[in-house]
């Protein structure tokens, strides 16, 4: 099965600082690369994916960069705000299988 | 709101116990996941049905079980209950049955066996 890991596992980052995570898989199959990002006691929530055939994906403060031969793919959180505080989740996707295998998660605190 | 809804939000219970969680998917949705978020093990795939059929299958115990009804709504039943199956059960659902569709998480059921 695929194996996800993500790095850090917990982040601390001023406000307005940037922020990355990184999530690396092992199948080389994997085509679809969405994070999610989950409040303390909350649902995940997608916040932004991307599909095989594309570098890199913007959504306003949020961005997303893959590197499939090298089979990673990172979250950039710029301007980051309290807000922001939140357990976040890569979760790789392969062929046509829909499950999807998550990520060991990274604790993202946002300070003032 | 994701549209999606499961009952109940809390449920506590006893060892050897058996109990069954419901989930509704969003309006036009056919398939239906569940997950299993515990302290170790973290967010793990359950099973997926699809238009009321079992469509893959992960990390899921023979003791439980999960069927999709007509009206597509979903039931998860866990059987033999041990202490270790406390955890945080979501289901998701999606339009199609296979990849590359976001997937919308309802808001959990927080099972605690004591």
């Known amino acids: 099965g695929e194996n996800v890991e993500q790095h850090p596992s917990t982040l601390s980052v001023q406000e307005g600082d940037s922020a990355v995570i990184k999530c690396t898989y092992s199948?080389?199959?994997?085509?679809?690369f969405p994070w999610y990002k989950q409040e303390l006691g909350k649902r995940p929530q997608l916040i932004i994916d991307i599909r095989s055939n594309v570098g890199e994906k913007k959504d306003q403060r949020i961005a997303v960069t893959l590197n499939k031969t090298a089979k990673h793919f990172s979250l950039h959180i710029t301007e980051t705000q309290p807000e922001d505080s939140a357990v976040y989740f890569c979760?790789?996707?392969?062929?046509?299988?829909?499950?999807?295998?998550f990520g060991t998660g990274t604790r993202l605190q946002v300070t003032l | 709101d994701s549209g999606v809804t499961q009952t109940p939000k809390h449920l506590i219970t006893a060892t050897g116990q058996r109990v069954t969680l419901r989930c509704s998917p969003r309006s036009g949705d056919l398939s239906v996941y569940w997950y299993q978020q515990s302290l170790d093990q973290g967010l793990q795939f359950l099973i997926q049905?699809?238009?009321?059929?079992?469509?893959a299958k992960g990390n899921i115990l023979e003791r439980f079980s999960a069927q999709q009804f007509p009206d597509l709504h979903s039931e998860l039943n866990l059987s033999s209950l041990e202490l270790g199956d406390s955890a945080l059960y979501f289901c998701?659902?999606?339009?199609?049955?296979?990849?590359?569709?976001?997937?919308?998480f309802g808001p959990g059921t927080r099972l605690t066996v004591l």
């Open positions: 049905y699809y238009n009321g059929e079992e469509r």
């Open positions: 998701a659902s999606s339009v199609g049955s296979s990849g590359r569709a976001e997937q919308f």
């Open positions: 199948d080389s199959a994997s085509n679809y």
């Open positions: 979760a790789p996707q392969t062929g046509t299988a829909s499950k999807l295998t």
